[in-house]
């Protein structure tokens, strides 16, 4: 399938390490956070969101922590599988009551070592 | 239940020809957003609707793009005429009412303007 992307940052982990994607948000202001996947040739698909009232929320084999002093949210990803290989994005909603929409970061691109 | 679909998948056309992609969201999702992925980056928004109305279409380049979303279900994403630089994947996505809830993602069309 074609690249999502050719000039991403990369994480090379090795199958069953755990993998760990940071992404820093641009607005303070911003209350609501997704990550997503996205496979070669595919859209991007919902992992994990938080809101800005928590600090970690955990999912299978995913963990999302936010530090809002820092503006900063990382994805964790437990005992990381050949499947993981991906782009991940990080998305904030941002923007004025009833204008906001996700606003995605520039992704990386995860490749699992078996 | 089927996710958002999108057509065409893929679309090649020449400069300064038009185009046009549709896309049927979620059943039962008022909110459906227009994104633009190019190769390396993250999907970009072009509008967004609530039912029929566009409540930010602010990033959309008005002089050749056009979108509708007659009775608030299916939308059309238009371009006439094409650009070489308007070559991307052209993602659409469809959420419940909220601002802060996921957005799911068709496939995507990729478009090439040769």
């Known amino acids: 399938g074609e690249s999502v992307g050719l000039h991403l940052p990369t994480l090379s982990v090795q199958e069953g390490d755990n993998s760990i994607i940071n992404c820093a948000y641009s607005n303070s202001a911003s209350d609501y956070f997704i990550w997503y996947k996205q496979e070669s040739g595919k859209g991007p698909q919902f992992i994990i969101d938080i809101r800005s009232n928590m600090d970690k929320r955990q999912g299978q084999r995913v963990t999302v922590l936010l530090n809002k002093t820092v503006k900063h949210l990382s994805l964790q990803i437990a005992a990381t599988q050949p499947g993981d290989s991906a782009v991940y994005f990080c998305a904030e909603n941002i923007g004025k009551t009833g204008r906001r929409a996700l606003t995605f970061g520039s992704g990386t691109r995860l490749q699992v070592q078996p | 239940e089927a996710g958002v679909v999108q057509s065409p998948r893929y679309k090649i056309i020449e400069k300064k020809q038009p185009v046009a992609f549709w896309c049927n969201p979620i059943s039962g999702h008022n909110t459906l957003y227009w994104y633009r992925q190019n190769l390396g980056q993250g999907p970009e928004l072009l509008i967004r609707?609530?039912?029929?109305?566009?409540?930010?279409d602010s990033q959309l380049p008005k002089d050749r793009f056009s979108a509708e979303r007659l009775k608030g279900v299916d939308s059309t994403l238009k371009i006439q005429p094409a650009e070489l630089g308007d070559s991307a994947v052209y993602l659409c996505a469809s959420s419940l009412v909220g601002s802060n809830t996921e957005a799911f993602f068709g496939q995507g069309t990729r478009l090439t303007v040769v």
């Open positions: 609707y609530e039912n029929e109305e566009a409540v930010d």
